[in-house]
């Protein structure tokens, strides 16, 4: 029997899963459907219209294409007339909205370190 003060755990930790190339979270975009709101647009519609819903939108290891954000963003863009509206959502991305890349950053002692 082996003597279980010699013995050591290995423990790995698995990092969060990555976006494939070509892909990314939606996590910086929670924000939109209450930017569409302001704009008197409602946004189920708009996120079905490119196969998302409010509960993908709100998860944040949600993973899909670049080119699904951006239709998103134009259909966004053409309905309310607005040319920021990317803009306008990403003012409220928050380091946390990052994952582990903004929560690195926000515990980094300066920027060269980030």
Same mark, same amino acid.
Do not use: W
């Given at each position: 029997?082996?003597?279980?003060a010699? @013995?050591?755990?290995? &423990?790995? #930790?698995?990092?969060p899963p990555?976006? &494939?190339?070509?892909?990314?979270r939606?996590?910086? &975009?929670?924000? %939109?459907p209450?930017v %569409?709101r302001?704009?008197g =647009?409602?946004? =189920?519609?708009i %996120?079905?219209?490119?196969?998302?819903?409010?509960? %993908?939108?709100a998860d @944040?290891?949600?993973?899909?294409?670049?080119?699904t954000?951006?239709r998103?963003l =134009? =259909? +966004?863009r053409?309905l309310?007339? +607005?040319?920021?509206?990317?803009?306008?959502?990403?003012q409220r #991305?928050?380091?946390?909205s990052?994952? #582990? #890349?903004? &929560?690195?950053m926000?515990?980094?002692e300066?920027?060269a370190?980030?």
């Amino acid at each position: 029997m082996p003597n279980r003060a010699h @013995t050591k755990a290995s &423990f790995t #930790v698995s990092p969060p899963p990555l976006p &494939f190339p070509g892909n990314m979270r939606l996590a910086p &975009f929670m924000a %939109l459907p209450a930017v %569409l709101r302001e704009f008197g =647009q409602e946004p =189920q519609g708009i %996120l079905a219209s490119v196969g998302l819903s409010l509960e %993908l939108i709100a998860d @944040t290891d949600t993973i899909v294409p670049f080119a699904t954000v951006d239709r998103l963003l =134009q =259909q +966004c863009r053409d309905l309310t007339g +607005c040319e920021y509206f990317g803009l306008l959502v990403g003012q409220r #991305v928050s380091l946390s909205s990052l994952g #582990v #890349v903004g &929560f690195a950053m926000k515990s980094a002692e300066n920027v060269a370190t980030a």
